[in-house]
């Protein structure tokens, strides 16, 4: 973490000890009800629930929806990446659909195919970015991206050599964009057809 997260995360100082009340049983407006009492906030609070399973594969649903956001991967095993990737694309402005077009989600994967499937969102991810100048910059520079965003390493500033390398990678991503997707498809018929045969 930077210095100046540190110093956000230091200005907390009204915490209430799990030790001393338990567990949360119930979130409502103005009170928190704990295992062993209750505490009253004051003000409009945000609940955010850290003990939920933060890497359950859910279906996934647009990233915008009017006024709501849904936070959710948009690379392979990515949270923070794309919580801030996320972030950025809202901040530059658009409308929902040009906004989803650029963030579509990658679900965290459980099963052994679903390794196949992440990769395969975020290479089709990577390759919508590679077209987008001001994504690529702003990946260039993120430090959040780490290994992500370098194409070569790592990915040299924008002119030419940029643009050979960026023309390097998607030239990459359409020869195994379909590759992955003909995995998907041979994995799906093999279970297919141990499903019926099971029958």
């Known amino acids: 973490m930077t210095r100046a997260e540190l110093a956000q995360l230091q ?3 009204d915490v209430t000890s799990y030790e001393a009340l338990g567990r949360v049983q119930a979130l409502r407006p103005g009170v ?3 295992e062993n009492g209750v505490r009253e906030v004051s003000g409009d609070p945000l609940y955010i629930d850290c003990s939920a399973n933060g890497l359950e594969r859910r279906e996934s649903i647009p990233v915008f929806n009017n006024q709501r956001i849904t936070l959710q991967s948009v690379l392979l095993c990515q949270h923070v990446y794309s919580a ?13 659909a040009e906004k989803n077009a650029v963030t579509r989600p990658a679900p965290h994967p459980e099963a052994e195919i679903d ?10 991810n990577d390759r919508i970015w590679a077209e987008d100048p001001e994504i690529v910059e702003w990946r260039q520079r993120s430090r959040l991206a780490g290994l992500t965003t370098n194409v070569g390493t790592p990915l040299p500033p924008a002119g ?11 030239q990459f991503l359409d020869a195994v964009i379909p590759k ?17 045969s099971g029958q």
Not at 115 to 124: A, K, N, P
Not at 160 to 170: H, I, M, S, W
Not at 183 to 195: K, P
């Open 180 to 196: 992955a997707e003909e995995m998907i498809e041979v994995a799906e018929n093999s279970r297919l057809g141990a499903a019926v």
């Open 11 to 13: 200005r907390v100082h």
């Open 32 to 34: 928190i009800e704990f």
């Open 160 to 170: 030419p050599e940029r643009d050979a390398a960026l023309a390097q990678y998607t």
């Open 84 to 96: 801030a990737f996320i972030a950025h694309i809202e901040a530059r402005g658009g409308s929902d």
């Open 115 to 124: 390794f196949v499937r992440t990769w395969l969102d975020t290479f089709r």
